[in-house]
T-cell receptor
């Protein structure tokens, strides 16, 4: 099935650094979601975006719904060890099914 | 956020047996639940959409007789892997939406690690 293009695939950063990842698509969506998944667990919703251009924060996390409705980014400021995990973007257009990104694996170097 | 509980978290079964996985929305009613399969280091692959009171909608390539889905109530959907084989070993995850249309967020269960030996 269709997947969103998520980049980068993996990131190795030092604690305290900022992180940025993004998702792009050739299709328009009207909802973008960002999830975090830790090993052996299901994804946990971080931020939900419902309007083009919307910029939403959740603590150190900030995400934006691209104005073209074909992309979204997630920023994490001042990373800490517990930020380690795989981050997925997801999007849908009106119907129930979510399309998922390929994931960004975040590793923090002490 | 809303809570979705999945049970069991891990199961090991013998080839040829069937395994049932439960997905419950604990603090909200979910007319629609989704079942995903996730291979190691890969993204989530939608298997089927489970609709309360009606037949599930399966994605292309997913065998409906192999993966039986029942959504008998607004808070419970079950996935039964029938006549399991080692290649069915995987991480299965369910999700439930808190409503319909825009603004309805999808929350995930904690996943079930199935190992078929």
């Amino acid at each position: 099935g269709q997947q969103l293009n998520q980049s980068p695939q993996s990131m190795f950063i030092q604690e305290g650094e900022d992180v940025s990842m993004n998702c792009t698509s050739s299709s328009i969506f009207n909802t973008w979601l960002w999830y975090k998944q830790e090993p052996g667990e299901g994804p946990v919703l971080l931020i939900a975006l419902y309007k083009a251009g919307e910029l939403t924060s959740n603590g150190r996390l900030t995400a934006q719904f691209g104005i073209t409705r074909k992309d979204s980014f997630l920023n994490i400021s001042a990373s800490i060890p517990s930020d380690v995990g795989i981050y997925f973007c997801a999007a849908n257009f009106g119907n129930e099914k979510l399309t998922f990104g390929t994931g960004t694996r975040l590793t923090i170097i002490p | 956020g809303a809570v979705v509980s999945q049970h069991p978290s891990r199961v090991i079964c013998k080839s040829g047996t069937s395994v049932k996985i439960e997905c419950r929305s604990l603090d909200f009613q979910a007319t629609t639940m989704f079942w995903y399969r996730q291979f190691p280091k890969k993204s989530l692959m939608l298997m089927a959409t489970s609709n309360e009171g009606s037949k599930a909608t399966y994605e292309q390539g997913v065998e409906k007789d192999k993966f039986l889905i029942n959504h008998a109530s607004l808070t419970l959907s079950t996935l039964t892997v029938t006549s399991a084989h080692p290649e069915d070993s995987s991480f299965y995850i369910c999700s439930a939406k808190t409503g319909t249309g825009t603004g309805a967020e999808a929350f995930f269960g904690q996943g079930t690690r199935l190992t078929v030996v």
